[in-house]
T-cell receptor, first 115, second 111 residues
Framework: NAGVTQTPKFQVLKTGQSMTLQCAQDMNHNSMYWYRQDPGMGLRLIYY???????DKGEVPNGYNVSRLNKREFSLRLESAAPSQTSVYFC??????????????FGSGTRLTVV | GENVEQHPSTLSVQEGDSAVIKCTYS??????FPWYKQELGKRPQLIIDIRSNVGEKKDQRIAVTLNKTAKHFSLHITETQPEDSAVYFC??????????FGAGTTVTVRA
């Protein structure tokens, strides 16, 4: 049982390049999320997917796009990377509803540097 | 949306002493309040959570209290140990299943 798997773990991009961060969970969770973590700012929500087939913007969506490929996979795409997108990115998933546990399970993170 | 404020931003305690971290939230509809611990270079991990129908919850050396009227909740760590050194995040979830996080507290336990 791997939980939430993120790839890659590290990435260096040049300004203007594009890339996709991959995330997959094997816990049959309905909801998936992408956060970025910057020093002193906690975890800020970029996009989320409450269920398969739906995606919504979080508090910092500019410069990003997402795809909920199926129930297991939720990818984050940077179309034209900017230095301001240098951050650590975390994917997370959760069950929802009824008596299910609402806590998030996080992936191991992707450390992205844009030069 | 929900706004979560967390204090203090840094906390240094002597080994064996207690540590307390406080958070406030803005949305009275929030009903779930987890706490995460993040060690250096690692992912955040859930350490304890509380739901809005409960005022206090304990798990060994950690406890969380919730005051819905005042819209604040706190994490208490007793008998601190060096392995408690980490960044701690509080969070609150309202009806849309999204968690809003505080900015984090860096806890250092001095030997």
């Amino acid at each position: 049982n791997a939980g939430v798997t993120q790839t890659p773990k590290f990435q260096v991009l040049k300004t203007g390049q594009s890339m996709t961060l991959q995330c997959a969970q094997d816990m049959n969770h309905n909801s998936m999320y992408w956060y970025r973590q910057d020093p002193g700012m906690g975890l800020r929500l970029i996009y989320y997917s409450a269920s398969e087939g739906t995606t919504d913007k979080g508090e910092v969506p500019n410069g990003y796009n997402v795809s909920r490929l199926n129930k297991r996979e939720f990818s984050l795409r940077l179309e034209s990377a900017a230095p301001s997108q240098t951050s650590v990115y975390f994917c997370a998933s959760s069950a929802q509803g009824g008596k299910l546990d609402y806590g998030y399970t996080f992936g191991s993170g992707t450390r992205l540097t844009v030069v | 949306g929900e706004n979560v404020e967390q204090h203090p931003s840094t906390l240094s305690v002597q080994e064996g002493d207690s540590a307390v971290i406080k958070c406030t939230y803005s949305d009275s509809a929030s009903n779930y309040f987890p706490w995460y611990k993040q060690e250096l270079g690692k992912r955040p991990q859930l350490i304890i959570d509380i739901r809005s129908n409960v005022g206090e919850k304990k798990d060994q050396r950690i406890a969380v209290t919730l005051n819905k009227t005042a819209k604040h909740f706190s994490l208490h760590i007793t008998e601190t140990q060096p392995e408690d050194s980490a960044v701690y995040f509080c969070a609150a979830r309202s009806n849309d299943y999204k968690l809003s996080f505080g900015a984090g507290t860096t806890v250092t336990v001095r030997a």
